[in-house]
């Protein structure tokens, strides 16, 4: 199964190499939207890619606690966004955005205005074995709608 499944993958390879800049930039934009939304209902669910839930907030003491689900502007279009690269689509965090997201999804420290404040970690972005089968699925699904149509080889 594992060598038919890296045979898939190389005439995947092959096929995309095979499609114009254009197509590429389409299919490529459809796997990262795919992604994105897989990701952002993730973070509304406060999951992690491999399904365990995340460690809830602590306890919190003040006045203007916080309550309710964490980081549901993260999971938002314009913070979780996706990038073109030469040969692909990143899908991710950038600029302010990113440096919170790392700061969580590692579980590092972070310097406050009163204090260090050590985050659990908490896993906001990945792709499991469900999402890999899904871009798969994609992949084919838009090389046989090319075929089709005549436009790969």
């Not at 972070?110 to 970690?121: D, E, F, H, K, S």
């Amino acid at each position: 199964m594992e060598s038919n499944l890296d045979a898939l993958e190389r005439w995947i390879a092959v096929s995309i190499a095979r499609l114009s800049p254009a197509e590429q930039r389409q299919l490529f934009r459809r796997v990262g939207e795919d992604l994105r939304r897989v990701n952002a209902h993730r973070i509304g669910a406060q999951t992690t890619p491999d399904g365990s839930t995340w460690l809830e907030r602590k306890p919190q003491t003040r006045r203007h606690a916080r309550k309710g689900k964490m980081m549901l502007k993260l999971r938002q279009r314009s913070h979780l966004r996706q990038k073109f690269i030469g040969d692909g689509v990143r899908v991710g965090f950038f600029g302010r955005d990113g440096y919170l997201a790392s700061i969580h999804h590692y579980g590092k420290y972070q310097q406050l205005r009163y204090g260090i404040a050590q985050y659990p970690r908490r896993e906001l972005l990945g792709i499991n074995e469900a999402d890999q089968a899904r871009i798969r699925e994609s992949l084919l699904r838009h090389l046989h709608i090319d075929r089709k149509s005549g436009s790969a080889g």
